[in-house]
């Protein structure tokens, strides 16, 4: 069993910086890949990146590529998700899920993922 706790959202100006954590409890942490996904008002769930289980393979979705950032410390239990640039359509709750099949896969639908956070809000003005 993993518990995910999101912290480090807010309200911030377009073209401003967040740095979201997602701590993890449970000794298998560092087996799982570890992914973010986001949720817009009315809209569905949209994967944002996910990071592999020793932090060597990354993935991005094509809207956030380039201005946002996933890493991990397996040390801390932790993974991080660093948003640069930051747009008005970035506006979201942001939810970290994390998925134990240890196939090595990079996964980017929410329906293989059995772990997931509380969310945190992430707003961001014009």
């Known amino acids: 069993q993993v518990q995910l706790v999101e912290s480090g959202g807010g309200l911030v100006q377009a073209g401003g910086s967040l740095r979201l954590s997602c701590a993890a409890s449970g000794r298998t942490f560092s087996s799982y890949a570890m992914a973010w996904f986001r949720q817009a008002p009315g809209k569905e769930r949209e994967f944002v990146a996910v990071i592999n289980w020793n932090g060597d393979d990354t993935y991005y979705a094509e809207t956030v590529r380039g201005r946002f950032t996933i890493s991990r410390d397996n040390a801390k239990n932790t993974v991080y998700l660093q948003m640069n640039s930051l747009k008005p359509e970035d506006t979201a709750i942001y939810y970290c899920?994390?998925?134990?099949?240890?196939?090595?896969?990079?996964?980017?639908?929410?329906?293989?993922?059995?772990?997931w956070g509380q969310g945190t809000q992430v707003a961001v003005s014009s």
């Open positions: 899920a994390a998925e134990d099949s240890v196939d090595g896969l990079l996964k980017v639908s929410l329906k293989y993922y059995n772990y």
